[in-house]
């Protein structure tokens, strides 16, 4: 792999990570302030706050793998061709 093609690699992790955060962020709004009118109980709390804490925290486990399966590959950040490094 190039150095080229390492940078579109991390830019492309970057990019799906920040907009994994920000479904991240709309899932907790929606499951939290969205739901707070919502009547009813789970282990005697609103449903609001289960859906905002925990709801959230498995969805963040569900982004996560999505990015790791389907996003993020496994290569080597070091130089590609040892005899390009110039050696003083």
Not at 21 to 36: D, H, M, S
Not at 42 to 69: D, E, R, Y
């Amino acid at each position: 792999m190039s150095e080229f093609e390492k940078y579109q690699q991390i830019c492309r992790e970057a990019g799906w990570t920040g907009a994994a955060l920000l479904a991240l962020i709309v899932f907790w709004i929606v499951a939290g302030f969205g739901l707070a009118g919502l009547e009813g109980e789970i282990f005697g709390l609103p449903v609001w706050t289960i859906t905002s804490s925990i709801g959230v925290w498995l969805f963040a486990i569900v982004l996560v793998k999505l990015l790791t399966t389907f996003v993020f590959r496994d290569m080597d950040l070091d130089e590609t061709d040892k005899e390009d490094v110039h050696h003083e």
